[in-house]
């Protein structure tokens, strides 16, 4: 059995109460193969593959693999997201995508299997992404908007300390400037 088979058999008992933190705006982040947990179902040759449904979504998986650097837009910040992709998956939905791609591949398809400029699926404070490189190391303002959320759930009232990551910072700028 593959490790997403896997982790989804795990997992799918607990469906709801993620759905549940899900609605009441617990942060969450999938990256990578791990994404597809979110969705209703993963479809692999002629199989379905239930998961934890946080976003009404099935993925399709193929053969072929998409691999190298990407740069996304989204809603999240002004910023673009440096990462890297290898997957095998396409998003088959109606939810409106996570992020908008500047360089590199789509996620999403229609039922014709052509492609829609889209990645990703996001809702209140959960995302998924097939981003990795690692997401959070590559992308510093992502780390702290992620961090924020988590202080601000758990420290209600307190403010957290200001940090800076200078080297993050540049190689972020580096990576963004080189694939742009």
Not at 41 to 59: D, R, T
Not at 107 to 125: M, V, W
Not at 161 to 167: N, P, Q, V
Request: glycine letters at 8%; one cysteine or more; charged letters at 25%.
């Amino acid at each position: 059995e593959n490790k997403i088979a896997l982790a989804a058999n795990k997992l799918s008992p607990f469906s709801e109460q993620f759905k549940t933190a899900a609605e009441k705006g617990t942060s969450m982040l999938f990256t990578g193969s791990a994404m597809e947990l979110t969705c209703r179902e993963i479809v692999s040759e002629g199989k379905s593959l239930p998961c934890l449904g946080i976003f009404n979504a099935s993925v399709r998986r193929t053969a072929d693999r998409q691999t190298g650097d990407v740069l996304y837009e989204s809603g999240l910040s002004h910023r673009i997201v440096a990462g890297f992709i290898n997957k095998s998956g396409f998003i088959r939905t109606e939810e409106k995508p996570l992020f908008t791609p500047k360089f590199g591949p789509s996620s999403f398809e229609d039922s014709h299997q052509l492609d829609i400029p889209g990645e990703g699926l996001g809702k209140k404070r959960v995302r998924a992404t097939y981003v990795t490189g690692p997401v959070l190391v590559r992308n510093p303002w992502l780390k702290s908007l992620i961090a924020l959320e988590l202080f601000e759930t758990c420290e209600k009232g307190r403010v957290p300390a200001k940090y800076s990551d200078e080297y993050a910072e540049k190689g972020w700028a580096v990576t963004v400037s080189e694939l742009e």
